[in-house]
């Protein structure tokens, strides 16, 4: 039975468990569940049919529960605790009765319930039967959730009828502490709702982390995205109602490709965290970087294209709807669109281009950085006492592409995250000390000063290429560029003075050599010049 449990579910994942530290525990409590009593002397359960004195455990005999639902409302009638007849008496619910249900076995003979009525029960079970996901906490793991699937495979031989996935969840913690009636730090269900809203409070828990790790409602985050979808709200209808956006049509320029296909790279990721029940991936997909996306495209635009615009805001309330619903479907009504949302087709897969996706973070990053660089020399002018003016010339410097010795310990570090992706910035230094690089200094005859100045040289690199690694991913190690830096930025100058608050005219892009060991690939660097 054991080895049936264990090796029937894990093959067919009649079984997804959507989490690999859920399926060790799993596999554990198969193993070790012959040790949990299977009867007792008191508390709730059902008596041992042989001898009173013993109740069998209620868990390990309530865990086909599922099943009893997709028949129930036509043995308790209108009342749950059967103080209202149903259409069938429980003393007619004998073994043959169920088995005819649950297991298509033969009509029993002078049954007292027709055989069309039991044909109904029996069909209604298999529509609704097996079981999709059952959502449960990570405590039941070791009792009752097992037992569901020792009982599932005990009673029905066909793995299809078994449990197909399960979800554990943690406990939930209230502003980052437990939730506690004795110390004040308690919300209901219905206080939250009456606080925040029920969209915001959807969206906090969305927000709040899945997985098995306590998850965490922070008030804040509600509170936050209220004026949030508050301002989005009011954009929606000055773009769709009032009409006071000036809006272009005719072919898309460069902005318009990138915020066209940072929509359908959020629609993909929403799409891909809502199948795996991921909802704070959803979130961050379908409302934060989408919404991000869209206030990049709407600030650096001049004027947006009305098309695109159009297609941002239908598929920015398909996807957010089901975490928001009650905004999103009163959005969808007041926009005049077609029936209800909840009933609207998700937005077409529309390819991701790599290259768009790219460009798109590149862009986004070099304005952060050279933002950054210009607050900076703004405030040592400022504290120097020097004019308040733009700078003369603002220079965004380009690599022209990695030195040899940079793109082998490029090689290695890819080779090093492709094994320990999930623990890359602890693994890499390792077998980075043993790379030739490393060891020939030793054999190079250099002075002790020189093979130290060397050695910094070589580590500064990797751990800078580590570090980017970490943050961007594995593109970050890329030793070739899926773009020209050089004709990319040059072609959105436009929306580089936009970003940076400078004249166009004033911005220099230019490309320097390999042994510039400032700029890096997807790495530029900035220098300004100022009159006085």
Avoid at 74 to 98: C, F, H, R, T, Y
Avoid at 233 to 259: A, H, I, Q
Avoid at 289 to 307: C, M, P, R, T, W
Avoid at 315 to 328: A, G, K, N, R, Y
Wanted: net charge positive.
């Amino acid at each position: 039975w054991q080895s049936q449990t264990s090796g029937q579910y894990q093959r067919r994942v009649h079984g997804e468990l959507y989490n690999p530290r859920v399926r060790v525990r799993f596999e554990t409590a198969v193993g070790w569940l012959k040790e949990w009593a299977c009867s007792r002397r008191m508390g709730l359960g059902t008596f041992l049919p042989w001898d009173k004195k013993w109740v069998i455990e209620a868990l390990s005999d309530s865990t086909i529960y599922w099943a009893y639902y997709t028949v129930c409302h036509k043995l308790q009638s209108a009342a749950l605790d059967g103080s209202i007849p149903g259409l069938i008496k429980p003393e007619d619910m004998n073994d043959a009765v169920w088995e005819y249900i649950f297991r298509r076995g033969s009509y029993p003979k002078g049954c007292a319930v027709s055989e069309s009525l039991l044909k109904e029960l029996r069909e209604e079970f298999e529509y609704w039967y097996p079981m999709d996901v059952r959502v449960s906490g990570k405590d039941l793991i070791g009792n009752h959730l097992t037992m569901a699937i020792y009982n599932h495979v005990a009673i029905w031989d066909d793995a299809k009828m078994w449990p197909q996935s399960y979800f554990c969840n943690g406990h939930t913690m209230l502003n980052n502490e437990k939730m506690s009636k004795s110390t004040g730090n308690f919300r209901t269900l219905e206080d939250a709702c009456v606080m925040f809203s029920a969209d915001a409070t959807r969206l906090a828990l969305a927000d709040a982390g899945d997985g098995i790790e306590d998850a965490n409602f922070v008030e804040n985050v509600a509170n936050k995205n209220i004026l949030n979808m508050t301002t989005e709200e009011r954009w929606m209808t000055s773009v769709c109602l009032d009409k006071s956006v000036p809006l272009r049509s005719g072919p898309y320029n460069n902005l318009d490709l990138l915020f066209a296909n940072a929509i359908s790279r959020c629609v993909h990721e929403a799409d891909r965290a809502y199948s795996k029940m991921k909802y704070r991936d959803a979130l961050l997909a379908a409302w934060f970087q989408l919404q991000n996306a869209k206030k990049f495209y709407v600030d650096k635009s001049k004027i947006i294209h009305g098309e695109l615009t159009d297609r941002f805001i239908e598929e920015q309330l398909i996807i957010f709807s089901p975490i928001c619903t009650h905004f999103c479907e009163s959005m969808w009504q007041r926009l005049g669109k077609p029936g209800l949302i909840v009933n609207a087709r998700w937005p077409e897969a529309r390819p991701v281009d790599p290259v768009l996706s790219s460009q798109y973070t590149y862009l986004l990053d070099l304005c952060r950085d050279a933002r950054k660089k210009l607050d900076s020399e703004k405030d040592a002018r400022q504290r120097a006492k020097l004019p308040d003016t733009s700078p003369v010339s603002f220079e965004i410097l380009v690599s022209g592409g990695y030195l040899d010795w940079q793109e082998e310990i490029l090689g290695l570090l890819v080779g090093v995250f492709k094994k320990n992706k999930d623990n890359f910035i602890n693994n890499w230094r390792k077998p980075f000390m043993k790379h030739q690089l490393i060891t020939s200094i030793k054999r190079s005859g250099l002075s002790k000063k020189e093979s130290k100045k060397r050695m910094n040289e070589l580590m500064s690199f990797a751990q800078y290429m580590a570090q980017a690694a970490v943050d961007r991913g594995e593109s970050a190690l890329a030793i070739k560029t899926l773009f020209d830096e050089e004709v990319f930025l040059k072609d959105m100058v436009e929306v580089l003075g936009q970003a940076l608050g400078l004249d166009p005219r004033v911005l220099v892009i230019r490309k320097v050599s390999k042994s510039d060991r400032g700029a890096k690939p997807m790495a530029p660097v900035f220098a300004c010049t100022w009159s006085t």
